[in-house]
């Protein structure tokens, strides 16, 4: 989990992380102080800190994410009915992920995402800068549907309003087995996809669930999954290239300072060991 996830959660307000890390850099930087940094931040030395040019004070306590209830949470559970259609849960109703449908009260706040070049520059740029880039491109496309899937294979579905509500709605920011986004027409399933910027789930992770989707009788004659799919494996098995070079070249060096620092009576044994055997 990243840090500006961290801060949301335990935030008793659940601030947009984004924006508690911008103050958490100021808090970190402050020498002087021996507050922690909610006390710092809301009743300490930082509380009349107003970073206008990063995150305004307004901003910062106008953006707060929501977190369901235990009940709130029920509205937003889907079921599976005997025709293999999605439909909620609290009334029966076919599921429908059409923006003219919603009808929450939460007000949008507009996310800022960080610019990339995509996957094409893999070699230039890392895994999260691609990773954001497929989020950006996403939302702009209208994918606002999100879901996730807790460890026990409930979904949830709702309507992501960025810095309001987002995936770590769902369940409180606990732990969960696949988010992303999603898409059904009259309660059938029509896409997926594993982009969340909370739950950077595994693939194989998705995999599971989309398993489950199946053995549970879910309709997927029409499903679609995402091609982001097929990008986030290739950063899987990029990042574990990546991670089996590096821990090569340690051991290499690790060898090498042990060679390098051989004790005098070890150092005479290795260079006997290297003479070539005398001839009988």
């Given at each position: ?24 850099a ?37 953006m707060?994410?929501?977190y ?48 990339a ?13 691609i ?42 920011g ?56 097929a ?50």
């Amino acid at each position: 989990m990243g840090l500006e996830y961290f801060l949301e959660l335990v935030d008793h307000k659940h601030r947009h992380g984004s924006n508690l890390r911008k103050y958490h850099a100021h808090w970190q930087r402050d020498t002087n102080t021996n507050q922690n940094f909610f006390y710092w931040l809301d009743h300490g030395d930082g509380k009349d800190l107003d970073l206008v040019d990063e995150c305004s004070r307004a901003r910062l306590e106008q953006m707060q994410v929501r977190y369901l209830s235990r009940e709130e949470r029920l509205n937003y559970l889907v079921r599976v009915d005997a025709e293999g259609l999605l439909v909620w849960a609290k009334n029966g109703e076919r599921v429908w992920t059409k923006d003219e449908l919603y009808k929450d009260s939460e007000q949008y706040i507009d996310l800022a995402f960080h610019h990339a070049r995509g996957p094409a520059k893999l070699k230039y740029v890392n895994a999260n800068i691609i990773f954001n880039q497929l989020m950006r491109r996403s939302l702009q496309k209208g994918h606002k549907w999100i879901f996730v899937c807790d460890r026990a294979f409930r979904l949830y579905i709702g309507y992501k309003q960025a810095g309001a509500f987002q995936h770590s709605s769902f369940l409180h920011g606990s732990r969960v087995l696949a988010a992303g986004q999603i898409k059904v027409k009259r309660g059938q399933l029509r896409r997926l996809s594993p982009l969340s910027g909370h739950y950077r789930c595994k693939t194989a992770n998705f995999r599971a669930f989309v398993d489950s989707l199946r053995e549970n009788g879910v309709d997927m004659s029409r499903l679609s999954i995402s091609r982001s799919y097929a990008i986030l494996v290739g950063l899987e098995a990029y990042a574990h290239t990546k991670h089996t070079v590096q821990a090569a070249g340690r051991a290499v060096e690790g060898q090498k300072e042990r060679l390098l620092h051989l004790h005098p009576d070890r150092m005479k044994e290795e260079q006997q060991r290297d003479q070539p055997a005398k001839s009988r």
